[in-house]
């Protein structure tokens, strides 16, 4: 049984920083073609990141530069390390994988002064 819980959101003012976490059980991460989404209010749910089971890594040109996809293979977890926040990136962010379709419940980033 495939599980991800998502950490790490908040409230930051406009130009910080966070780091998401997206704690794996059922697969490995280090393996496992995964990927972030984010949902915000009245939108549709977009990607933001996503990871091949070699490590290359893409990114939405909304967030390319300032996003960051990692993963810790030891910890089984999936990071997204954003900086240079701007207020259209709160949303709702979830962790997926993209193999078996199994989805995190999602953490709230919230960016505003």
Sequence with gaps: QVQLVESGGGLVQPGGSLRLSCAASG???QIEPMAWYRQAP???????ANITYIGRT????????????????????LYLQMSRLKPEDTAVYYCTSL??????????VTVSS
Aim: glycine letters at 10%; charged letters at 30%.
């Design 27 to 29: 697969i490995k991460v």
């Design 42 to 48: 009245g939108k549709q749910r977009e990607l933001v």
């Design 58 to 77: 893409t990114y939405a040109e909304s967030v390319r530069g300032r996003f960051t996809l990692l993963r810790d293979n030891a910890k089984n977890t």
């Design 99 to 108: 193999v078996t379709n199994d989805w995190g419940q999602g953490t709230q």
